[in-house]
Nanobody, 125 residues
Framework: VQLQASGGGLVQAGGSLRLSCTASGRTASVSQMGWFRQASGKEREFVIGMDWQSISTYYPASVKGRFTISRDNDKSTMYLQMNGLEAADTAVYYC???????????????????WGKGTQVTVSS
């Protein structure tokens, strides 16, 4: 599975950005997709995810009400809509795909099977 992310950029605090992630290859095996981010000097952390079959979503409290994950009907593109951006959201954002058949959410770096190249999101305060 190959993942290509795009859509990062510079935005003022309170603004919005939408990231896209296009998946190609053996996508029929994908069970979970989502986004992680890594701020400078920090570990990569889970942002938001989606069960690729049920379309149920999951996310931490830090992004609730601000970030939304969605996908195209053909399951080839995933989106991350980010509203109410804060300086703390500044990071490199990575799209991720998992193949696990357990049904468990993909919330740890170790649960990711494929990574896209990151896209920088910078929020100015």
């Amino acid at each position: 599975v190959q993942l290509q992310a795009s859509g990062g950029g510079l935005v003022q605090a309170g603004g919005s950005l939408r990231l896209s992630c296009t998946a190609s290859g053996r996508t029929a095996s994908v069970s979970q997709m989502g986004w992680f981010r890594q701020a400078s000097g920090k570990e990569r952390e889970f942002v938001i995810g989606m069960d690729w079959q049920s379309i149920s979503t999951y996310y931490p409290a830090s992004v609730k009400g601000r970030f939304t994950i969605s996908r195209d009907n053909d399951k080839s593109t995933m989106y991350l809509q980010m509203n109410g951006l804060e300086a703390a959201d500044t990071a490199v954002y990575y799209c991720a795909a998992g193949l696990s058949t357990t049904g468990l959410p993909m919330v740890t770096v170790g649960s990711v099977d494929f990574w896209g190249k990151g896209t920088q999101v910078t929020v100015s305060s």
